[in-house]
Protein backbone atom coordinates (compact mmCIF):
# COMPACT_ATOMS: atom_id res chain seq x y z
CA UNK A 1 0.00 0.00 0.00
CA UNK A 2 1.35 3.47 -1.07
CA UNK A 3 2.34 5.68 1.76
CA UNK A 4 1.26 9.44 1.26
CA UNK A 5 3.77 11.53 2.67
CA UNK A 6 4.29 15.15 3.01
CA UNK A 7 7.35 17.36 3.16
CA UNK A 8 8.91 20.63 5.07
CA UNK A 9 11.74 22.03 4.26
CA UNK A 10 13.34 22.29 0.74
CA UNK A 11 16.93 23.15 1.48
CA UNK A 12 19.76 21.15 1.14
CA UNK A 13 18.68 18.16 2.93
CA UNK A 14 14.86 18.84 2.43
CA UNK A 15 14.85 19.16 -2.43
CA UNK A 16 17.14 15.33 -2.14
CA UNK A 17 14.84 13.80 -0.02
CA UNK A 18 11.86 15.19 -2.52
CA UNK A 19 13.77 13.32 -4.77
CA UNK A 20 13.08 10.16 -3.63
CA UNK A 21 9.26 10.74 -2.41
CA UNK A 22 8.90 11.73 -6.24
CA UNK A 23 10.52 8.46 -7.23
CA UNK A 24 10.34 5.83 -4.86
CA UNK A 25 7.19 3.89 -5.64
CA UNK A 26 6.09 3.12 -2.29
CA UNK A 27 5.36 7.04 -1.60
CA UNK A 28 3.09 9.12 -2.77
CA UNK A 29 3.58 13.26 -2.52
CA UNK A 30 0.65 14.96 -1.37
CA UNK A 31 2.03 18.19 -0.06
CA UNK A 32 5.38 20.11 0.15
CA UNK A 33 6.11 23.04 2.40
CA UNK A 34 8.73 25.47 1.97
CA UNK A 35 9.79 28.75 4.10
CA UNK A 36 10.63 31.17 0.79
CA UNK A 37 8.21 33.33 -0.96
CA UNK A 38 9.61 32.48 -4.63
CA UNK A 39 9.42 28.86 -4.20
CA UNK A 40 5.30 28.99 -3.19
CA UNK A 41 3.13 27.96 -5.63
CA UNK A 42 6.09 26.02 -7.73
CA UNK A 43 5.86 22.36 -8.47
CA UNK A 44 7.71 19.68 -6.10
CA UNK A 45 9.49 18.36 -9.35
CA UNK A 46 10.88 21.27 -9.56
CA UNK A 47 11.98 21.83 -6.73
CA UNK A 48 13.38 18.47 -6.50
CA UNK A 49 15.32 18.74 -10.15
CA UNK A 50 13.33 16.19 -11.88
CA UNK A 51 11.49 17.04 -15.37
CA UNK A 52 8.14 15.21 -15.00
CA UNK A 53 5.92 17.36 -12.92
CA UNK A 54 4.36 16.12 -10.38
CA UNK A 55 1.00 18.37 -10.30
CA UNK A 56 2.29 19.13 -6.71
CA UNK A 57 3.06 22.86 -5.89
CA UNK A 58 4.69 24.58 -2.67
CA UNK A 59 2.86 25.79 0.02
CA UNK A 60 4.04 28.10 2.88
CA UNK A 61 3.49 26.93 6.51
CA UNK A 62 1.69 23.82 8.44
CA UNK A 63 -1.90 24.38 7.38
CA UNK A 64 -2.24 23.10 4.13
CA UNK A 65 0.13 19.74 5.22
CA UNK A 66 -2.24 19.26 8.01
CA UNK A 67 -5.13 19.78 5.47
CA UNK A 68 -4.07 16.75 3.47
CA UNK A 69 -3.22 14.22 6.27
CA UNK A 70 -0.75 12.86 4.89
CA UNK A 71 0.62 9.20 6.72
CA UNK A 72 3.41 11.27 7.48
CA UNK A 73 5.69 14.33 7.20
CA UNK A 74 9.50 14.29 6.31
CA UNK A 75 10.64 17.30 8.36
CA UNK A 76 13.63 19.09 6.58
CA UNK A 77 13.34 22.44 8.07
CA UNK A 78 15.93 24.41 9.44
CA UNK A 79 16.30 23.46 13.17
CA UNK A 80 19.80 24.59 14.45
CA UNK A 81 18.68 28.18 14.65
CA UNK A 82 15.04 27.57 14.88
CA UNK A 83 15.33 25.05 17.65
CA UNK A 84 11.69 25.83 19.62
CA UNK A 85 10.07 26.19 16.50
CA UNK A 86 11.38 23.32 14.85
CA UNK A 87 10.19 20.91 18.39
CA UNK A 88 6.65 22.91 17.83
CA UNK A 89 6.10 21.77 14.43
CA UNK A 90 6.78 18.02 15.05
CA UNK A 91 4.29 18.79 18.43
CA UNK A 92 1.87 19.91 15.99
CA UNK A 93 2.44 17.08 13.41
CA UNK A 94 2.07 14.67 16.07
CA UNK A 95 -1.16 16.75 17.39
CA UNK A 96 -2.79 15.53 13.95
CA UNK A 97 -1.92 11.83 14.37
CA UNK A 98 0.65 12.25 11.49
CA UNK A 99 4.29 10.10 12.14
CA UNK A 100 7.03 12.57 11.90
CA UNK A 101 10.70 11.31 10.73
CA UNK A 102 13.73 13.67 9.54
CA UNK A 103 16.90 15.62 10.17
CA UNK A 104 15.48 18.58 12.77
CA UNK A 105 15.16 19.52 15.60
CA UNK A 106 18.75 17.53 16.02
CA UNK A 107 17.89 16.81 19.87
CA UNK A 108 14.97 14.51 19.37
CA UNK A 109 17.64 12.14 17.78
CA UNK A 110 18.02 10.90 21.07
CA UNK A 111 17.03 13.69 23.65
CA UNK A 112 17.49 11.74 27.07
CA UNK A 113 19.86 13.52 28.99
CA UNK A 114 20.11 16.28 26.27
CA UNK A 115 16.53 18.28 26.50
CA UNK A 116 14.81 19.13 29.33
CA UNK A 117 12.69 16.42 31.14
CA UNK A 118 9.56 18.44 30.69
CA UNK A 119 10.32 19.27 26.69
CA UNK A 120 10.36 15.32 26.50
CA UNK A 121 6.82 14.51 28.24
CA UNK A 122 5.36 16.65 26.50
CA UNK A 123 5.96 15.31 23.59
CA UNK A 124 5.62 11.57 24.25
CA UNK A 125 2.49 12.61 25.48
CA UNK A 126 1.23 14.05 22.35
CA UNK A 127 3.02 11.16 20.84
CA UNK A 128 0.91 8.64 23.00
CA UNK A 129 -2.32 10.31 23.08
CA UNK A 130 -2.56 10.55 19.13
CA UNK A 131 -0.71 6.99 18.22
CA UNK A 132 2.14 8.78 16.46
CA UNK A 133 5.24 8.44 16.54
CA UNK A 134 8.82 10.35 15.14
CA UNK A 135 12.34 9.46 14.46
CA UNK A 136 14.83 12.35 13.59
CA UNK A 137 18.47 11.12 12.41
CA UNK A 138 20.46 12.11 9.11
CA UNK A 139 24.08 11.64 9.03
CA UNK A 140 26.05 13.26 11.67
CA UNK A 141 24.48 13.09 13.94
CA UNK A 142 22.96 10.14 12.69
CA UNK A 143 24.02 6.89 11.02
CA UNK A 144 27.72 7.52 10.95
CA UNK A 145 27.57 8.22 14.72
CA UNK A 146 24.62 5.80 15.39
CA UNK A 147 23.92 3.13 13.29
CA UNK A 148 27.25 2.47 12.06
CA UNK A 149 29.44 2.22 15.62
CA UNK A 150 26.54 0.14 17.25
CA UNK A 151 26.71 -2.30 14.17
CA UNK A 152 30.63 -2.87 14.71
CA UNK A 153 30.42 -2.47 18.40
CA UNK A 154 28.23 -5.65 17.86
CA UNK A 155 31.09 -7.49 17.26
CA UNK A 156 33.13 -6.84 19.83
CA UNK A 157 33.62 -9.06 22.75
CA UNK A 158 34.86 -5.89 24.81
CA UNK A 159 34.49 -2.27 24.09
CA UNK A 160 37.01 0.65 25.42
CA UNK A 161 36.01 3.84 23.56
CA UNK A 162 34.02 4.77 20.48
CA UNK A 163 35.18 7.51 18.21
CA UNK A 164 33.27 8.90 15.30
CA UNK A 165 34.54 11.30 13.41
CA UNK A 166 33.61 14.05 10.53
CA UNK A 167 36.62 14.95 8.45
CA UNK A 168 35.48 17.15 5.61
CA UNK A 169 36.20 20.38 3.27
CA UNK A 170 33.22 22.25 3.09
CA UNK A 171 34.06 24.19 0.23
CA UNK A 172 31.84 23.23 -1.40
CA UNK A 173 28.96 23.06 0.96
CA UNK A 174 26.41 25.75 -0.02
CA UNK A 175 24.25 27.17 2.85
CA UNK A 176 25.70 29.93 3.87
CA UNK A 177 23.82 30.37 7.39
CA UNK A 178 25.79 27.43 8.54
CA UNK A 179 28.49 27.59 7.29
CA UNK A 180 28.87 31.46 8.32
CA UNK A 181 26.70 32.26 11.14
CA UNK A 182 26.83 28.63 12.67
CA UNK A 183 30.20 27.62 12.13
CA UNK A 184 31.59 31.02 11.98
CA UNK A 185 33.71 30.23 8.77
CA UNK A 186 35.26 33.65 7.43
CA UNK A 187 34.83 35.32 10.67
CA UNK A 188 37.53 36.94 13.23
CA UNK A 189 39.54 34.27 15.12
CA UNK A 190 39.20 36.41 18.22
CA UNK A 191 35.19 36.41 17.51
CA UNK A 192 33.08 33.25 19.13
CA UNK A 193 30.48 31.59 16.60
CA UNK A 194 27.68 30.09 17.66
CA UNK A 195 29.13 26.88 17.47
CA UNK A 196 31.49 27.27 20.14
CA UNK A 197 28.84 29.43 22.49
CA UNK A 198 29.54 26.64 26.20
CA UNK A 199 27.28 24.07 25.66
CA UNK A 200 26.29 23.91 22.13
CA UNK A 201 28.20 21.45 20.97
CA UNK A 202 26.71 19.33 23.15
CA UNK A 203 23.54 20.35 22.52
CA UNK A 204 24.25 19.50 19.32
CA UNK A 205 26.49 16.17 19.70
CA UNK A 206 25.30 15.16 23.14
CA UNK A 207 22.47 13.01 21.73
CA UNK A 208 25.28 11.30 20.31
CA UNK A 209 27.17 10.79 23.11
CA UNK A 210 23.97 8.99 25.03
CA UNK A 211 22.87 7.45 22.47
CA UNK A 212 26.17 5.34 21.77
CA UNK A 213 26.74 5.20 26.05
CA UNK A 214 22.81 3.57 26.16
CA UNK A 215 23.58 0.92 23.49
CA UNK A 216 26.88 -0.38 25.85
CA UNK A 217 25.29 0.48 28.92
CA UNK A 218 28.08 2.72 30.20
CA UNK A 219 26.98 5.88 32.31
CA UNK A 220 28.26 9.26 31.77
CA UNK A 221 29.91 11.47 34.13
CA UNK A 222 30.47 14.86 32.00
CA UNK A 223 30.83 15.91 28.85
CA UNK A 224 33.73 17.88 28.04
CA UNK A 225 34.16 20.07 24.98
CA UNK A 226 37.24 21.18 23.34
CA UNK A 227 37.70 23.48 19.88
CA UNK A 228 40.48 25.02 17.80
CA UNK A 229 40.35 27.29 14.73
CA UNK A 230 42.87 28.01 11.67
CA UNK A 231 42.86 31.11 10.06
CA UNK A 232 43.05 31.29 6.38
CA UNK A 233 46.41 32.26 4.84
CA UNK A 234 44.97 34.49 2.07
CA UNK A 235 41.56 35.41 0.36
CA UNK A 236 39.54 32.22 -1.36
CA UNK A 237 36.37 31.60 -2.60
CA UNK A 238 34.00 29.34 -1.68
CA UNK A 239 30.60 28.12 -2.42
CA UNK A 240 29.06 30.33 0.34
CA UNK A 241 30.84 33.06 -0.29
CA UNK A 242 34.09 34.93 0.34
CA UNK A 243 36.68 33.87 3.11
CA UNK A 244 39.40 36.59 3.83
CA UNK A 245 42.97 36.66 4.91
CA UNK A 246 43.25 36.21 8.80
CA UNK A 247 39.89 34.71 9.13
CA UNK A 248 38.37 31.45 10.32
CA UNK A 249 38.92 28.74 7.38
CA UNK A 250 39.27 25.41 9.50
CA UNK A 251 37.86 23.80 12.75
CA UNK A 252 38.57 21.16 14.75
CA UNK A 253 36.59 20.39 17.74
CA UNK A 254 35.66 17.19 20.13
CA UNK A 255 32.58 16.48 22.22
CA UNK A 256 33.79 13.89 24.69
CA UNK A 257 31.87 11.79 26.75
CA UNK A 258 33.71 10.71 30.07
CA UNK A 259 32.91 7.59 32.33
CA UNK A 260 34.89 7.26 35.44
CA UNK A 261 37.45 10.10 34.40
CA UNK A 262 37.86 8.21 31.10
CA UNK A 263 36.93 9.64 27.44
CA UNK A 264 34.44 6.30 26.42
CA UNK A 265 32.55 8.09 23.56
CA UNK A 266 34.06 10.89 21.47
CA UNK A 267 32.48 13.17 18.27
CA UNK A 268 35.27 14.74 16.32
CA UNK A 269 35.10 17.05 13.53
CA UNK A 270 37.88 18.33 11.00
CA UNK A 271 36.21 20.46 8.98
CA UNK A 272 38.62 22.83 6.62
CA UNK A 273 38.01 24.96 3.63
CA UNK A 274 41.07 23.79 1.65
CA UNK A 275 42.60 20.89 1.80
CA UNK A 276 46.11 22.39 2.70
CA UNK A 277 45.30 23.96 6.12
CA UNK A 278 46.33 22.09 8.88
CA UNK A 279 47.81 19.12 7.05
CA UNK A 280 48.59 17.89 10.96
CA UNK A 281 44.60 17.56 11.72
CA UNK A 282 43.25 14.13 10.50
CA UNK A 283 42.86 13.60 6.92
CA UNK A 284 40.46 11.91 4.90
CA UNK A 285 40.03 8.36 3.41
CA UNK A 286 39.16 9.79 0.21
CA UNK A 287 39.86 13.05 -1.24
CA UNK A 288 37.20 15.82 0.01
CA UNK A 289 35.73 14.02 3.03
CA UNK A 290 34.63 10.98 4.88
CA UNK A 291 33.57 9.49 8.57
CA UNK A 292 35.21 7.05 10.41
CA UNK A 293 34.56 4.92 13.38
CA UNK A 294 37.27 3.38 15.25
CA UNK A 295 36.26 1.54 18.48
CA UNK A 296 39.39 0.33 20.54
CA UNK A 297 38.26 -2.58 22.49
CA UNK A 298 38.94 -6.59 21.50
CA UNK A 299 38.40 -6.74 17.93
CA UNK A 300 39.17 -3.05 17.56
CA UNK A 301 38.31 -1.17 13.85
CA UNK A 302 38.57 1.74 12.05
CA UNK A 303 35.60 2.25 9.53
CA UNK A 304 35.99 4.59 6.98
CA UNK A 305 33.17 5.54 5.34
CA UNK A 306 33.63 7.34 2.18
CA UNK A 307 30.05 8.49 0.15
CA UNK A 308 30.15 9.36 -3.41
CA UNK A 309 27.14 10.39 -5.54
CA UNK A 310 26.75 10.33 -9.52
CA UNK A 311 25.21 14.04 -8.91
CA UNK A 312 27.69 15.69 -6.72
CA UNK A 313 30.60 15.50 -4.63
CA UNK A 314 31.38 14.03 -1.11
CA UNK A 315 29.11 17.02 0.59
CA UNK A 316 26.17 16.69 -1.85
CA UNK A 317 26.98 12.61 -1.49
CA UNK A 318 26.54 12.95 2.45
CA UNK A 319 23.64 14.81 2.37
CA UNK A 320 21.94 12.57 -0.25
CA UNK A 321 22.91 9.72 2.40
CA UNK A 322 20.92 11.41 5.44
CA UNK A 323 18.14 12.34 3.35
CA UNK A 324 18.20 8.57 2.14
CA UNK A 325 18.49 7.56 6.08
CA UNK A 326 14.82 9.51 7.06
CA UNK A 327 12.82 8.46 3.79
CA UNK A 328 13.40 4.65 4.07
CA UNK A 329 12.91 4.66 7.66
CA UNK A 330 9.11 5.97 7.30
CA UNK A 331 7.61 2.69 7.03
CA UNK A 332 9.83 1.10 10.29
CA UNK A 333 8.23 4.61 11.88
CA UNK A 334 4.46 4.04 10.73
CA UNK A 335 4.54 0.75 12.41
CA UNK A 336 6.41 1.27 15.18
CA UNK A 337 4.75 2.46 18.67
CA UNK A 338 4.39 5.78 19.74
CA UNK A 339 6.41 7.74 20.74
CA UNK A 340 10.43 8.73 20.15
CA UNK A 341 11.79 6.36 17.87
CA UNK A 342 15.87 5.83 17.95
CA UNK A 343 18.22 3.66 15.82
CA UNK A 344 17.83 1.66 19.38
CA UNK A 345 14.66 0.49 18.89
CA UNK A 346 13.77 0.28 15.18
CA UNK A 347 14.55 -2.57 13.05
CA UNK A 348 17.08 -2.53 10.50
CA UNK A 349 16.53 0.18 7.74
CA UNK A 350 17.13 -0.87 4.61
CA UNK A 351 16.86 0.99 1.18
CA UNK A 352 14.40 -0.28 -1.75
CA UNK A 353 15.59 -1.57 -4.88
CA UNK A 354 15.13 0.18 -8.32
CA UNK A 355 16.80 -1.57 -10.34
Known amino acids: MTIRVALVGTGNVGRLALRQLIDDPRFEL ?11 GVDAATLAGTDTPTGVTAVAGLDDILAETPDAVVYCAMGDTRPIEAFND ?57 LIPFAFAGTCQ ?10 ADYAT ?40 AAGLG ?40 TAKGKPVIVVEHVTRLR ?17 RVEITGEPSYRVDICPT ?9 AIVAGAGRVVNAIPAVIAAPPGI ?3 LDLPLVTGSYTG
Open 275 to 291: EDLRPDWAQPAQPGGCY
Open 90 to 146: VCRFLEAGIDVVGTAPVPLQYPWGVMPDKAIAKLEAIAAANDASVFINGVDPGFAND
Open 341 to 343: RTT
Open 30 to 40: VAVSVSTAEKI
Open 309 to 317: SERGDHNHA
Open 158 to 167: RVEQIRCMEI
Open 218 to 257: VEIDEIVEIHDSAPAPDDFEISAGTIAAGTRAAVRFEIIG
Open 173 to 212: YDGATVMFDVMGFGKPLDETPLLFLPGVLTAAWGTTIHQV
